[in-house]
């Protein structure tokens, strides 16, 4: 026999082993598929807050893509990290065969993967990556919470043109033991330094129910930047009532609430998550790891949009809004 004879005898072999190979492959992820409906339970703080409208919508666009029952647990606006351990456990003793859900202050996602991730699926929301940049260590779907704050710094900057020399600010958080509020002001400082702003105080709480007067007794600030929904619609409730002695709001916000601020002049710039996107993520990769068995859940961070009162309703603005009046 010739050797191209050979050659092409050993081709033709190697291609069907190939191919074989191919189809045993096919057959066992079919096999491993699970095609039965699937029940995914999700634990956020203050779960009936409109801040969560976007979310949630994503989350049933994904579950009907993917045949999933969802069930989002009520909780109050306060919520411990034991408390939501109790939670937690509570869902996987009543069938949950995956959970989503957001950290408290005080709770390591770390310690709930090491302590139930055996036993089911677990995604996280609105947990950034560690403060050096790298991945988190643990799944978890959210905004890139640095680059946020670096954003409402140069919008600031490209408003005061390129200097804030003098200007004093205050800021408003929900609570500054979130990674999410560190990532934050972590990009908004980097991005300030050096261009003359002092800060003049940092007022972080829960601010449901609180007396929208105590703003009027901080030191007059040129400027509030609001780390989170519930800072920025409390800026805006205070400035509303003339408590903010005419300082500018910049923040992050995703309500309806804060859209209205925006609308009304009150606040100056509003930064947007995607948080339609971060409900529908976390939904296909739970369902993805509970239909395949090698699925690998991914650590995924959403874009964010810059919206000014002039492009509130502009066209590139109508979905992303439109998620937001979801109910």
Not at 74 to 81: I, K, W
Not at 109 to 123: A, N, Q, Y
């Amino acid at each position: 026999m010739g050797k191209s004879k050979r050659n092409k005898k050993t081709f033709v072999l190697i291609e069907a082993v190939l191919a074989s190979l191919v189809g045993v492959v096919a057959l066992l992820m079919i096999l491993e598929s699970r095609d039965d409906e699937f029940k995914v339970s999700v634990i956020i703080r203050d779960s009936d807050d409109n801040r969560w409208s976007a979310f949630k919508y994503g989350l049933r666009m994904a579950a009907e893509d993917e045949g999933a029952e969802i069930f989002v647990v009520g909780t109050d606006e306060v919520l411990t990290a034991e408390e939501e351990k109790s939670l937690l456990e509570e869902e996987i003793n009543n069938g949950a065969d995956a959970v989503i859900m957001q950290p408290v202050p005080g709770e390591d996602p770390k310690e709930i993967v090491e302590e139930f991730g055996s036993r089911l699926p677990i995604m996280f929301v609105e947990y950034a990556p560690d403060g050096d940049g790298k991945t988190s260590g643990v799944p978890a779907v959210g905004a890139d919470d640095y680059a946020m704050g670096a954003t409402l710094a140069e919008e600031l900057l490209r408003d005061y043109g390129g200097s804030l020399e003098g200007k004093r600010l205050g800021i408003l958080s929900q609570t500054t033991d979130l990674t999410a509020v560190y990532e934050r002001g972590r990009g908004l400082g980097d991005a300030l330094e050096g261009k003359g702003a002092k800060n003049v105080w940092i007022v972080s709480g829960s601010f449901i129910g609180t007396d929208i007067n105590f703003l009027a007794k901080q030191p007059e600030v040129d400027i509030v930047i609001a780390f989170d929904d519930d800072s920025l619609t409390m800026a805006g409730e205070c400035a509303a009532a003339n408590n903010l002695h005419g300082a500018e709001i910049y923040g992050i916000g995703n309500s309806t609430e804060a859209v209205y601020y925006l609308d009304t002049g009150i606040v100056e710039c509003l930064l947007v998550p995607d948080e339609f996107s971060v409900g529908y993520r976390s939904m296909m990769e739970v369902a993805g790891r509970l239909k395949r068995s090698y699925w690998e859940i991914m650590d995924e961070r959403v874009p964010h949009t810059v919206v000014r009162r002039e492009t509130l309703f502009s066209e590139e603005n109508e979905g992303l809004f439109f998620a937001i009046s979801q109910k």
